[in-house]
């Protein structure tokens, strides 16, 4: 029996394979890295830090999570609900007042957002909740939606930009609203959290689940048709059928921007430990003109991206916009209002961080004989390439129209 070659061992290619073996199918995956994951990869440092590529975290409620993996095994530790907001001066925290009770007079404080806006964003979240989860962009922005539900302008510039600028990796909020209600559904029902050994454990954890001789890494594709794919090395594969996990847009070097571009910087110095900063995610408003748009101390949600126990900080740049790892420090020590003694551990630069979709996407293709998936043809989120990779599964298999 011919195998559904895959190109490309990300998180669609993953859930396809899965899919597919799960129903006694025969799979090959093909990936040019040394390992699995794509853009969920997690490297470690010769002074014995993970590093994740980019600032990625996983959301508990993603509803195509518990399709492929058992969340007990990659053992997920979470953020605190909430985040503090740097307002030029100092960090205002705004906690999620039903998971930090204990909290909520601090929150009460929080300067930007008014009676009103703290009830709207009560009312959101009951809305959200009552819709489920439904992983679809909408027509609608998420900028037009949060202003015609009544927030305010001050409350939308301070909080929902700064915050949803990271998740979108878009300032702007130009992505629809139907996937902003998904996202708030998630964040309402589960945790934002990461994995203890990187985020590369969730691609991992999927890949041993395959069988031993269906995943083949540090494999270039030369060429492929419908039939058939021809490697760098002249060996041709004969294929049942051929899936594209990948975008071919990335070899044609199209000018036009069709991805959102992310740089990550590592630091660590022992002052991170007496900041206070903890397990709360820092944002930073657009409007203060900062480079860096969050930061998190992430060897404090999870203890083992760091195995001598030294802090690990994330500060993370969204968009094209370049800056140095001095400049980027200059701004931290704003942010933390004192000197830290920075060492530079890792950058990561992701030029492919999210895909830019113009159009309700319908969560696989299928052009000239071939099969595509991915984040773009689904939403710019894990869920929406395990989603992707699931469904073109589902219609090889005949499952779905």
């Avoid at 969204?318 to 931290?332: A, F, L, M, R, T």
Wanted: proline share 6%.
């Amino acid at each position: 029996m011919k195998p559904t070659v895959i190109i490309g061992a990300g998180l669609s290619g993953l859930a396809c394979a899965l899919t597919l073996s799960r129903a006694k199918k025969r799979v090959l995956l093909l990936e040019r890295r040394d390992s699995v994951g794509g853009r969920v990869y997690t490297q470690k440092t010769s002074s014995g830090f993970l590093v994740d590529e980019g600032f990625q975290v996983l959301l508990s409620s993603y509803p195509e999570l518990p399709r492929m993996v058992s969340l007990e095994e990659l053992k997920l530790k979470p953020f605190n609900s909430g985040a503090l907001i740097f307002n030029g001066q100092s960090l205002e925290l705004l906690a999620n007042p039903f998971r930090h009770p204990l909290k909520s007079f601090e929150t009460l404080k929080f300067s930007s957002a008014s009676v009103r806006d703290k009830v709207l964003v009560v009312k959101l979240m009951a809305r959200v909740l009552l819709k489920g989860p439904k992983d679809k962009i909408g027509s609608q922005t998420t900028l037009e939606y949060l202003t015609n539900f009544g927030f305010s302008q001050r409350f939308i510039e301070n909080f929902w930009i700064p915050f949803l600028k990271g998740v979108y990796l878009d300032p702007s909020l130009s992505l629809g609203s139907g996937f902003f209600e998904f996202l708030m559904n998630c964040f309402a029902w589960g945790e934002v959290t990461l994995p203890e050994g990187g985020m590369n454990e969730l691609p991992q954890a999927m890949a041993k689940q395959l069988p031993a001789d269906s995943v083949r890494l540090n494999v270039v594709v030369k060429s492929w048709d419908p039939e058939k794919v021809i490697l760098e090395n002249g060996e041709t594969i004969e294929a049942d059928a051929v899936v594209c996990a990948f975008d071919p847009k990335l070899q044609e070097k199209k000018k036009e921007p069709f991805f959102r571009r992310a740089t990550t910087f590592y630091f660590t110095s022992s002052a991170l430990l007496s900041l206070g900063w903890e397990k709360w995610l820092i944002l930073v408003p657009p409007r203060l003109g900062f480079s860096i748009s969050h930061l998190a101390l992430i060897s404090s949600v999870a203890a083992g991206y760091s195995k001598r126990g030294e802090a690990l900080l994330s500060v993370t740049l969204v968009g094209e916009k370049q800056c140095s790892v001095p400049d980027v420090i200059k701004e931290v020590e704003k942010i933390a209002g004192r000197a830290l003694t920075l060492n530079h551990v890792a950058t990561t630069d992701v030029p492919y961080a999210l895909p830019i979709l113009e159009n309700e996407p319908q969560g696989y293709e299928m052009q000239n004989g071939l099969w595509f998936c991915g984040d773009r043809f689904a939403s710019p989120s894990i869920n929406g390439a395990l989603r992707s990779g699931r469904l073109v599964a589902e219609a090889i298999l005949g499952l779905i129209p």
